[in-house]
């Protein structure tokens, strides 16, 4: 299993109601055992997550399932990461 930060950039079509979906997501895949860690920029401007997973593909999977994609509100970008 490898590392995946996800970074998550608010679109112009950002919605504040939908962040109970997102954290929603979140704790699903914290109770899975998929998310390291998450939080948001103290910008305002988005936020990120660290999502455990076999391969970049699968976490693409995970992370393109969060309400905040699948309804317009957020870019998300997914990396590969080795960080420890």
Request: hydrophobic letters at 40%; glycine letters at 8%.
């Amino acid at each position: 299993m490898m590392k995946y930060l996800v970074l998550s950039r608010r679109t112009p079509e950002f919605r504040g109601e939908v962040l109970g979906e997102h954290y929603a997501f979140l704790d699903r895949l914290r109770d899975a055992g998929r998310l390291e860690c998450a939080g948001p920029f103290t910008d305002q401007s988005g936020g990120a997550y660290i999502l455990i997973a076999a391969s970049l593909d699968e976490a693409k999977q995970f992370a393109f399932k969060d309400p905040l994609h699948t309804q317009g509100c957020s870019q998300l970008d997914v990396f590969e990461w080795n960080a420890d």
